[in-house]
């Protein structure tokens, strides 16, 4: 649509993820490898689950729409159940390094704690899926078109870029969240997240009525933000710490 | 643009993921209106590097161009014309008002207006025969307006794109109608137009930049010179290795051009303006050919066919300098005399116009001989024939003869229907088509049906091949007792012309070519001379289609196997420097005996057609033809939908906002990280 949709839609799908980054995972080396790791992980499953959705729609007639219609929505199923697998599967992997990070690093405890770990795992899962999503849509973005010829919404960029926003932190979310679970070997969590990014993916099907599926996959964004913070160490009474610790700053200071 | 050529008619889908198939809509078959650069000029239509964008709007009448042109509010506009709205003033404005205006595109006409002709008033006015120095009061049309219903517009300057299209107005009729004077809502269709040419200026600043290719890192030329190949036979071949003057050599010369030209590139057609022509001259060439083995004249008759006469005669300019350089199989001293065939398609009645140079006249030998000529001619008047000498002071139409007296004074004599005005009211256009010549068939006749059918245009033109093949039987010294058995044969001219305007791709079109060229020929058939190339083979399909064409109707059928033709230097009795020798495909007779593919030989051949110009370097020459095409990418046309300035504001809006917002809260919770998720080792509910 031309370059101010461009870098608006870039802007609201890579922003956070954008900031998280250069505030908390660029200075460290080794969480820039963790990262870097999670979003292989990622690309691998994504691969991998698309193999299969490939070879089921070519083994099928390309003309029955209803089929391929089902085929999608069994590779997209697929797909999300195969992402959680290969969470898990990383979390296997960074328990692992964990000792071996432990065993060469001169304190006795590892560098990294297994929640930064799960926060910088699913963040890269979050920025590699959000980078497929969004990146072949923005390159379209730049023409001088929108989209609409054929019945399409014209609002199809700024909803990709949200849903993509969305998706991005649920990733990470879902990453506090599960790395936890497993640590204290809660498995109805495992569980939980795996329905709910089945439920979020669903709800995607939904487009174009964008109504039916932004703010719901908002509202539940939210609620997983509450649970990775309650799950990831923090608490009211932090929070009211800090509210206190600024007034009480703002009553020294004034 | 040679490299771009055969990527004209396949759809550029570079993009095709679904993401764009959701925006755009390729437009197919756009046919572009190209930039041509002369020695002074450049003329035609240029887009900007990135395409031109506009939102569509259709022109119901000329005070329509109000809206586009000042009082629409959303600029730039994309003008959708239909033909009859395709006239010099309504361009004028537009090109006037250009900065509003993206583009123009003109829906591709089902039926011919009554009349259009984009060429100047003067064809050629300043490469002809007639200047300042020559017949000063016939120059520059001062006497006789030949193309009076030209409006000039293919010469002039456009700096948007220019496309023809076929009509697609159902985007525009969904959502850009203006509903009682006010604007429409976005979104809104718009058409994007990508043609963007490479040259500029004129063609000495084009070949300069050529020339420097050798030293830049990305070597791209920037234009061609246009160009392509005559083809030549005569009655008694001519050794290819002796070139320049033969003594003792008198040779009649017969002359017809084969192009033209259209607003639009590779589009058109020359049925009245040049097929009519060359046409008439094949048919005669072929009546000539048992007369004369059976008793053959004194002089030789050569039978030449120009391309590149629509821009300042690039081909006969080209053998008068061949010619006078000795580069030629004759000279010019050799010529005896020269008759060409004009626009002979629309004769009133049964009218014939002699033209001859007035100028030349002055000198008795010269009138003479074409008091001679005419004298033949008049002794050939069918009851229903009327032979009109137009000698008394009006110039010579546009025609390769006034080359060849620009060199020398030759007698020769021009043939047309037209007494001064042309009768052609489409001349050089897109609708100067089989309409425009009256060619009829009967309805529900299949393609091999029409091939044969005998039209009244084919009737018409076989009656002057008759005349052209008599005369210059006559004028070549011919036996007198002879003469009334020359007759051209009519269903020769109705197949012609059922190949070069209805459809090329037909049995005996494709019989008479070889093998490898069998799908050389396309439909609609093009007639724009296009860019020059260095070998004949890569000649234009026009002109290897005439090559062929007089070699089966002057040449002879050989007994010759294919290795044989290739090489007929072993025979004893063959000899490739007098003859060519071609191997064509043949028919298939219905009667399930093959006849198959066989050797012809005929003195039949093709001599380069690129202007002297290039070859002397002088760019900016004003004797010979300088006229080049630009080079571009790629040209394509593409519609889709735009967006309000408002919603990608507020997208742009959102998406710093976001941000920043995301910036400061990450910071913020960062720099508070120890407070907020106090570390997992301390019991949650220890109470502070």
């Known amino acids: 649509m031309t370059a101010a949709v461009f870098f608006g839609c870039a802007f609201i799908a890579f922003g956070p993820a954008f900031s998280l980054f250069i505030f908390t995972i660029a200075k460290d080396p080794l969480r820039v490898i963790i990262l870097i790791a999670g979003a292989f992980f990622w690309l691998v499953s994504l691969l991998l689950s698309s193999l299969v959705w490939f070879i089921a729609m070519k083994a099928t007639n390309a003309q029955d729409l209803n089929l391929q219609k089902g085929l999608l929505i069994f590779g997209c199923m697929f797909s999300v159940i195969l992402q959680e697998v290969f969470r898990f599967g990383y979390y296997r992997l960074l328990r692992k390094a964990n000792e071996g990070l432990a065993a060469i690093s001169e304190e006795e405890s590892s560098p990294i704690s297994v929640r ?41 960029f700024i909803t990709s870029a949200l849903m993509t926003l969305a998706l991005t932190l649920l990733h990470t979310f879902w990453g506090v969240v599960f790395f936890d679970g497993c640590e204290r070997k809660r498995w109805w969590v495992i569980v939980a997240v795996l329905c709910l990014h089945l439920v979020v993916s669903g709800l995607s ?50 | 643009s040679v490299t771009t050529r055969d990527l004209k008619k396949i759809t550029l889908d570079v993009n095709s993921n679904s993401v764009a198939q959701k925006i755009y809509v390729e437009v197919n078959n756009t046919v572009p209106c190209v930039r041509l650069l002369n020695a002074t000029h450049q003329i035609g239509c240029q887009s900007s590097i990135s395409g031109d964008t506009g939102v569509i709007h259709v022109l119901e009448s000329e005070a329509d161009l109000e809206w586009p042109l000042t009082k629409g509010p959303n600029p730039p506009y994309m003008i959708l014309l239909e033909s009859h709205l395709f006239t010099r003033s309504i361009m004028m404005k537009i090109k006037k008002e250009s900065s509003r205006i993206a583009g123009v595109t003109v829906v591709v006409p089902n039926t011919s207006p009554s009349e259009f002709s984009p060429h100047t008033t003067c064809p050629n006015e300043n490469t002809g025969v007639y200047s300042d120095t020559y017949g000063p009061h016939l120059a520059h049309c001062n006497t006789t307006v030949w193309n009076p219903l030209g409006n000039g517009l293919s010469y002039e300057e456009f700096d948007f794109p220019v496309f023809s299209l076929k009509e ?28 963007h040419m490479f040259a500029v200026t004129d063609t000495a600043t084009c070949m300069r930049r050529n020339d420097v290719i050798n030293f830049s890192i990305n070597p791209e030329m920037v234009c061609d010179p246009l160009g392509d190949f005559n083809v030549w036979g005569s009655i008694r071949p001519y050794n290819r290795s002796q070139l320049g003057h033969r003594d003792n050599e008198s040779v009649v010369m017969a002359a017809a051009r084969l192009d033209s030209r259209a607003f639009f590139w590779d589009v058109s057609t020359g049925a009245e303006g040049s097929i009519s022509g060359f046409v008439t001259l094949l048919a005669a060439a072929h009546a000539l050919r048992d007369v004369t083995q059976v008793a053959p004249p004194t002089h030789n008759i050569l039978f030449a066919f120009f391309q590149g006469e629509a821009f300042d005669y690039i081909g006969s300019s080209r053998m008068v300098y061949d010619m006078q350089n000795g580069k030629f199989v004759i000279d010019l001293d050799n010529v005896h ?21 007035p100028v030349s006249r002055m000198n008795d030998t010269v009138n003479d001989q074409v008091r001679e000529h005419e004298r033949y001619r008049c002794s050939l008047i069918h009851r229903h024939h009327r032979l009109v000498d137009n000698f008394q002071s009006s110039p010579l139409p546009p025609s390769s003869l006034q080359r060849f007296l620009r060199a020398q004074n030759i007698p020769g004599i021009v043939l047309a229907d037209h007494r001064a005005a042309f009768n052609n009211k489409y001349y050089e256009s897109y609708y100067d088509n089989a309409d425009n010549l009256n060619l ?13 059918f005998l039209t009244d245009t084919a009737m018409a033109l076989t009656e002057v091949a008759t005349v052209v093949a008599r005369a210059l039987y006559k004028q070549a010294g011919g036996d007198g007792t002879q003469v009334d058995n020359i007759k051209a044969d009519s269903k020769t001219v109705t197949q012609m012309l059922f190949g070069f305007l209805v459809q090329a791709n037909n049995s005996w079109f494709q019989a008479l070519i070889p093998p490898e060229l069998k799908d050389m020929l396309s439909d609609p058939p093009d007639f724009y001379v296009g860019v020059a190339s260095s070998s004949p083979a890569k000649a234009k399909p026009l002109t290897r289609l005439v090559q062929f064409l007089l070699a089966n109707l002057t040449g002879t059928a050989t007994n010759l196997t294919q290795d044989q033709c290739q090489k007929p230097d072993d025979l004893p009795d063959e000899s490739v420097q007098m ?106 509910s220890a109470a502070y």
């Open chain 1, 116 to 156: 930064e770990m799960a926060y910088v795992a699913g963040l890269g899962f979050g920025i590699m899926s959000g980078a497929f999503s969004m990146i072949n849509t923005l390159s379209d973005s730049l023409g001088p078109g929108t989209v609409g010829m054929f019945g399409d919404s014209q609002y199809y």
């Open chain 1, 205 to 254: 099907l939904l487009n174009p009525l964008y109504v039916g599926s932004v703010p719901p996959v908002y509202v539940i964004m939210l609620l997983m933000a509450v649970w990775a913070f309650f799950s990831s160490g923090g608490s009211l009474h932090n929070l009211s710490l800090l509210w206190t610790c600024r007034k009480s700053n703002a009553e020294t200071s004034s």
């Open chain 2, 168 to 195: 697609d107005k159902q985007c525009y009729y969904d959502h850009n109608r203006v509903v009682n004077g006010s604007a429409p809502q976005y979104p809104l269709c718009a058409m994007q137009l990508f043609s």
């Open chain 2, 337 to 357: 005399s020269l008759l060409e065939i004009g626009q002979v398609g629309l004769r009133n009645g049964s009218d014939l116009f002699l033209h001859s140079d």
């Open chain 2, 440 to 452: 009829r068939y009967p309805p529900n006749m299949t393609a091999e049906e029409q091939l044969e």
């Open chain 2, 579 to 684: 003859y060519s020798y071609l191997w064509v495909q043949g028919t298939v007779p219905h009667n399930g005996t093959e006849k198959g593919p066989f050797c012809v030989r005929a003195s039949v051949r093709l001599s380069q057609a690129l202007s002297p110009a290039f070859d002397l370097g002088e760019y900016a020459s004003r004797n010979y033809s300088t006229w080049t095409e630009s080079r571009w990418k790629f040209i394509k046309a593409r519609i889709f939908l735009v967006a309000s300035r408002d919603l990608e504001m507020l997208t742009l809006g959102v998406g710093v906002a976001v941000l920043f917002s995301s910036l400061l809260v990450t910071y913020f919770i960062s720099t508070k990280a120890d407070v907020l998720f106090s570390s997992a080792r301390e019991p949650a």
